[in-house]
C-alpha cells in the first residue's frame, strides 16, 4: 500500500490552462504539505494543513489554490499555468506538524 | 530563521569509499534535523533524523550523522560506498511546533566503479 500517494505523475499542459493534482496519504497524518522542486532541485515548501486548517502559506501566487477535503486528502488547484510553473510538484505528510514527512512520488508539471 | 548549508553540489566518490556529505545549519532554537536521499524520478525517502538524545543518528543503508552543537553540523557519513548509494541526498531543519522543513540545495553523490 502506498502511503502517500499523487495523481497524476505526469501533467504536460499549455500556458494558461487550469490543473489539479491530487495527494492522498493513508497513514492517519494530521499534516499535510506541499512543495515544489525547480529544475536545479530546490525545495521549498508552498502550503501546509493541519487537520483541514491551512497553517502555512509561503509566499505563492494566488493562482495556486490548496484544498483540504479531508485530513486524509491536500489537492493543489492552479489556474492560468505560466511557464514558470513548470516544477516537479511534491505532497508530503506527517503525524504532526514538525514530525517526520513522508513524501509522494512526485508530480511532473511541463507547461509549454 | 532556519537555513541549511549543503557543501558541495556533486561528491564523487569510489565504490568502497568513505562517504561524508556536508551540512551546516542555522536555527534559533534546537533543530529537529534529518537527511533524506531522492533516487532519479522518485520521491524522497527518510535516511535518519535527530530530535533530541544520542547525538550520533543511525539511519537506513547503512548511513549515519554526528548532531553537532557547536559545529551546528549534521554532517551524513557511510564507511564504503555503494554503486546503489548514487542519488541526490538534502539535509533539512526543522524548529519542531508548527514549523516545516527547511531543505539545502542537495549534494548530487556520484559512485564509480
Known amino acids: 500500500d502506498t502511503a502517500v500517494s499523487q495523481t497524476p505523475k505526469y501533467l504536460v499542459t499549455q500556458m494558461g490552462n487550469d490543473k489539479s493534482i491530487k495527494c492522498e496519504q493513508n497513514?492517519?497524518?494530521?499534516?499535510m504539505y506541499w512543495y515544489k522542486q525547480d529544475s536545479k532541485k530546490f525545495l521549498k515548501i508552498m502550503f501546509s494543513?493541519?487537520?483541514?486548517?491551512?497553517?502555512i502559506n509561503e509566499t505563492v501566487p494566488n493562482r495556486f489554490s490548496p484544498k483540504s477535503p479531508d485530513k486524509a486528502h491536500l489537492n493543489l488547484h492552479i489556474n492560468s499555468l505560466e511557464l514558470g510553473d513548470s516544477a516537479v510538484y511534491f505532497c508530503?505528510?506527517?503525524?504532526?506538524?514538525?514530525?517526520?514527512?513522508?513524501f509522494g512520488p512526485g508530480t511532473r508539471l511541463l507547461v509549454l | 530563521a532556519q537555513s541549511v548549508t549543503q557543501l558541495g553540489s556533486h561528491v564523487s566518490v569510489s565504490e568502497g569509499a568513505l562517504v561524508l556529505l556536508r551540512c551546516n545549519y542555522s536555527?534559533?532554537?534546537?533543530?529537529?534535523l534529518f537527511w533524506y536521499v531522492q533516487y532519479p524520478n522518485q520521491g524522497l525517502q527518510l535516511l535518519l533524523k535527530?530530535?533530541?538524545?544520542?547525538?550520533l543518528v543511525k539511519g537506513i543503508n547503512g548511513f549515519e550523522a554526528e548532531f553537532k552543537k557547536s559545529e551546528t553540523s549534521f554532517h551524513l557519513t557511510k564507511p564504503s560506498a555503494h554503486m546503489s548509494d548514487a542519488a541526490e541526498y538534502f539535509c533539512?531543519?526543522?524548529?519542531?511546533?508548527?514549523?516545516?522543513?527547511?531543505f539545502g540545495k542537495g549534494t548530487m553523490l556520484l559512485v564509480s566503479p
Open positions: 508530503a505528510s506527517s503525524l504532526f506538524a514538525g514530525e517526520t514527512q513522508y
Open positions: 497513514l492517519g497524518h494530521d499534516t
Open positions: 494543513y493541519n487537520n483541514k486548517e491551512l497553517i
Open positions: 536555527s534559533s532554537v534546537p533543530p529537529y
Open positions: 535527530y530530535t533530541t538524545g544520542a547525538t
Open positions: 533539512a531543519v526543522s524548529d519542531s511546533g508548527y514549523s516545516t522543513l527547511t
